[in-house]
């Protein structure tokens, strides 16, 4: 899929509202690449919609990179640590502009999947069984007992990782050793989950409400990196595929996952469905990837909705209600 450019135009009212839009992108974390092209596209889908636009890489020292340009409001076009974990956000607050997505709690809050996790089993959400080990007893931990609790085969992860950046499938006892070393050189902190065999589904959010469902099918072990930003063999499904009663249940699960951790204006949740047809929530991500790879651009694509209409749409949220 690639990102269209459209016909679409705000109002001079609207434009003149928004004012100057920073595209904050680039950073300093691991995503920086994702982050990169994500806010490129995002820069040109606003000067098509004839909004005043101007990008600011956040290289280095943040402040200085925010403060060396003016501008009225930001859309956050950055992935990972620094810049969807809450940081950039707080960083926004305090000099009182107005930025895309969620605020400080949930951007936080979403950004470490143990956490999340913590806070579905909470509420009554499904989400795999899990255990998590951290970096500095890594040399300790009892592995046998981990895949005696949670079988084979099992995810291993960095819990405040995205883009599966660190993730690995491991089938065997040595595997998880291995696999739960590397994914320390990535955190601090490392969750393990069981392993749900089956169909992975996306499910973009606006504005609280889903839209259409996309199933996912790749030819990796499971829809990693390179099948998420450069595999051409990945394959999307709009429609799902699921059965009308199946995508209101998976749609309306998604909704509540991300009004469970705070969720504002636009998020991406993923989700298995298993072989007994049950749904199991992996992560939220409130600030998804628009690439064209990117899912959320093609969901709204698919519920004829332009590439420019969505970003202007994220934009609008801009200015209204407070985050918390």
């Given at each position: ?44 889908a606003?000067?098509?919609a ?10 280095g020292?943040?402040l ?5 340009i ?13 810049g ?18 969620s ?24 989400t ?20 005696r ?21 491991v ?10 070393n590397g994914?320390?050189?990535h ?5 393990i989950?069981k ?24 030819d ?12 051409n ?8 595929g ?11 699960l998604?909704?509540?996952a ?6 504002k204006g ?27 790879h ?20 994220i934009l ?9």
């Open positions: 899929m690639s990102v269209d450019s459209s016909n679409y135009r705000v109002s001079p009212e609207l434009a003149q509202k928004l004012g100057r839009v920073a595209v904050l992108l680039g950073g300093n974390s691991a995503e920086r690449a994702v982050s990169l092209n994500s806010g490129h596209a995002v820069v040109k606003l000067e098509n004839g909004v005043d636009v101007v990008a600011i890489d956040i290289k020292n943040p200085e990179c925010i403060k060396s003016e501008f009225d409001r930001a859309f956050l076009a950055l992935h990972g640590r620094g969807e974990d809450g940081t950039i956000q707080g960083m926004l607050e305090c000099l009182d502009i107005p930025y895309t997505g605020g400080v709690m949930a951007s936080a809050l979403a950004m470490d999947k143990l956490r999340t996790k913590y806070l579905w089993q909470g509420v009554g959400l499904p795999p069984p899990f255990v998590s080990i951290d970096k500095s007893n890594v040399e300790d931990i009892d592995y046998e007992a981990i895949v609790l949670l079988g084979l085969p099992i995810s291993v992860k960095p819990a405040h990782e995205g883009s599966s950046i660190g993730i690995k499938k089938r065997s006892l040595e595997e998880l050793i291995d696999a739960c994914a320390a050189t955190d601090a902190q490392v969750l989950e392993w749900i065999e089956g169909p992975e589904y996306t499910i973009a959010i606006l504005d609280g409400k889903a839209l259409p469902v996309i199933g996912l099918s790749t990796h072990v499971f829809y990693d990196y390179d099948a998420k930003y450069l595999a063999d990945t394959h999307y499904f709009l429609p799902s699921l059965s009308e009663e199946k995508e209101k249940e998976i749609s309306a998604s909704e509540i991300c009004e469970s951790v705070g969720c636009w998020a991406r949740v993923d989700v298995m469905q298993d072989s007994d047809g049950e749904f199991w929530l992996l992560e939220v991500n409130t600030t998804p990837g628009m690439t064209d990117s899912l959320v651009p093609m969901a709204a694509k698919h519920a004829g909705m332009s590439f420019e209409a969505l970003v202007v749409r609008e949220d801009t200015c209204g209600s407070k985050r918390s």
